[in-house]
């Protein structure tokens, strides 16, 4: 099965955008648990919920993919940032309990001049406060692209903070592999998908890898920008794509788009994907 979706707005509601994905031929979807830019955000009623949990299970999706929002830093060492962070991640935890399999997918945040070390700590400390021993929803770090002071643009970085993470709470931890953000950071996805994927196994291990961002690069190798660009119009291109979702290690993993597209844009990249496999 070729799981693959975009990310939509929870504007209309979580059953809405069920029904969207499925308008534009996805069988998953992701998006923000709140305000992106803000701190702003209203839960969906039981119902709404539920009435998402029954359709994903009756059209067999993979799982839906919440989203943190960009306010977030759980490396800051400013007090009154980290504790917003892990008190609105806790938060969104417990609201996804309610979505059986849900995936959390945030950025491990940026150091801010304190160093690479220190950020991490910071992180894998939110993570040890967040993280609830049996819970139901994974929580999954993202790859970044390394730039200025974010952590998480070298695959050793995000295997220090699940190591810093305490073991009965470490079994809830994953990886979200954006093809951007890896790309960006001299990781060439595109035309070494199976050394890149060893380097993966090896430093942080393929049974964590969880979910893929799919999104081409306006950025060459190594440029560590991280900007988004339409599939097959970047750097990595249609052929480097197919050899992405078309490996047999990772083929069988949801796929995120995070394109710059509307709901239009969506739809074609959707169709293409899905051809580029059927054809393979």
Request: hydrophobic residues 35%; negative net charge; charged residues 25%.
């Amino acid at each position: 099965m070729f799981y693959i979706g975009c990310h939509l707005s929870v504007s209309g509601g979580y059953e809405a955008m069920g029904k969207t994905a499925l308008s534009i031929g996805a069988n998953t979807f992701q998006y923000f648990t709140r305000n992106p830019r803000g701190r702003g955000f209203k839960r969906p009623s039981k119902e709404d919920v539920a009435a998402l949990v029954a359709l994903v299970k009756e059209n067999g999706f993979a799982p839906p993919l919440a989203h943190a929002p960009y306010t977030f830093n759980p490396s800051s060492c400013e007090e009154r940032i980290w504790q917003y962070s892990c008190e609105s991640m806790r938060e969104d935890i417990e609201f996804l309990e309610a979505i059986p399999g849900s995936l959390y997918n945030f950025h491990p945040g940026s150091h801010v001049g304190k160093g690479v070390e220190t950020g991490i700590a910071n992180t894998a400390k939110l993570l040890n406060s967040v993280i609830t021993p049996g819970q139901g929803t994974t929580v999954l770090i993202e790859t970044m692209a390394g730039k200025g002071s974010e952590i998480g643009g070298r695959f050793e970085e995000v295997a220090e903070l699940i190591r810093l993470t305490e073991p009965e709470k470490r079994v809830h931890l994953g990886v979200c592999l954006d093809t951007c953000h890896i790309w960006d950071g001299g990781y060439d996805i595109a035309g070494e998908t199976d050394r890149v994927l060893d380097e993966f196994d090896r430093i942080i291990g393929r049974e964590r890898l969880r979910a893929i961002h799919l999104n081409d690069t306006k950025n060459p190798l190594g440029a560590r920008k991280d900007r988004h660009e339409k599939i097959g119009e970047g750097f990595i291109g249609l052929e480097g794509f197919k050899n992405i979702i078309t490996n047999n290690r990772i083929a069988h993993l949801p796929f995120y788009l995070e394109t710059p597209n509307e709901l239009d844009g969506y739809a074609a990249e959707i169709a293409l994907l899905r051809g580029i496999r059927n054809d393979a």
